[in-house]
């Protein structure tokens, strides 16, 4: 079981369309997916359409240990994954959580209950880097680093570098970061490309290969609930997370060949 955290403490960079559509895309590559919603605005649950106001149960109470994760999760309707879902009430774990112990390795301990049901795991984090994220790095192997190539796009990601450093340094010797996506880009525009082939310089091969362009198919999907991906299968930007999931599966599998 790989478990891949998709974080950027700033919103609206593509993590949840980058979650919901990879966790689809190796779902219909044969792959069994967990895709585990961490943000208390429950955006991948409802792109995965499930109703994120009919919960029985969710990863709050799996966090504060008052449902399993057997309990909570459900399958998506549109896609071939499981979701662990996630709605308002999650915005309280926060607070419930700073007294509890271990309280970073809430995810951790539910998922390992379950290593034998999954390939991947997604955990998509909040835009911020508190302690649901830090749930979810500590829960991960790797981080996928979804980034929009325009100016400021390198703003920020030191601190979150630095996070990932200091949690794999004092909770998580397993954790690393598997690579920086390039998202929404607009080929056309020089900007874009100035900015891509910087990262491509700074980061080398932690710059995935795939791009996924700017896509309206992709930002209609979550209001029908159906993951971008089997929306509209030959749209552009589906396209390009179907690739970034084989890019995924290859990547992973390198690593079997090595160790
Ligand atoms: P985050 O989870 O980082 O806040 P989202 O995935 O919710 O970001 O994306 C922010 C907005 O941008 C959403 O409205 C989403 O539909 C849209 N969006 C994301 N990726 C693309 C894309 N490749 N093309 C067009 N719109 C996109
Ligand atoms: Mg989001």
Redesign the pocket.
């Known amino acids: 079981m790989h478990i891949f955290a998709i974080a950027?403490q700033k919103?609206?960079?593509?993590?949840?369309?980058t979650a919901v559509n990879l966790a689809a895309a190796l779902a219909a590559n044969g792959q069994r997916t967990l895709l585990v919603d961490l943000d208390p605005q429950g955006?991948a649950t409802m792109g995965a359409g499930v109703d994120k106001r009919q919960l029985e149960a969710s990863v709050y109470q799996v966090l504060l240990q008052l449902a399993t994760l057997d309990r909570a999760r459900v399958s998506s309707p549109t896609g071939k994954f499981d979701v662990l879902p996630a709605n308002r009430d999650l915005a309280g774990a926060e607070v419930e959580l700073v007294d509890l112990d271990l309280r970073e390795m809430r995810l951790k301990a539910a998922l390992a209950a379950h290593r034998a049901d999954y390939d991947f795991v997604l955990i998509d984090c909040p835009?911020s880097l508190s302690m649901l994220t830090l749930n979810g790095l500590c829960a991960a192997h790797g981080v996928i680093i979804p980034m929009q190539c325009e100016y400021y796009a390198l703003e920020g990601l030191s601190d979150l570098v630095n996070t990932i450093k200091k949690v794999h340094a004092n909770l998580n010797r397993d954790l690393k970061i598997i690579g920086l996506l390039r998202?929404?880009f607009d080929p056309r525009s020089t900007l874009s490309n100035q900015v891509s082939a910087q990262l491509e310089q700074h980061f080398g091969d932690k710059v995935f290969k795939t791009l996924?362009?700017?896509?309206?198919r992709?930002?209609e999907a979550?209001s029908y609930g159906i993951p971008g991906v089997l929306f509209d299968k030959a749209a552009k930007?589906a396209q390009a997370y179907m690739a970034f999931a084989l890019e995924m599966i290859e990547r992973v599998n390198s690593w079997k060949e090595t160790t």
Do not use: D, E, I, Y
């Not at 919103?11 to 369309?17: E, H, L, N, P, Q």
């Not at 996924?212 to 309206?216: G, L």
């Open positions: 950027n919103g609206g960079v593509g993590k949840t369309t955006n835009p998202v929404m996924v362009p700017r896509n309206v992709l930002a979550p930007g």
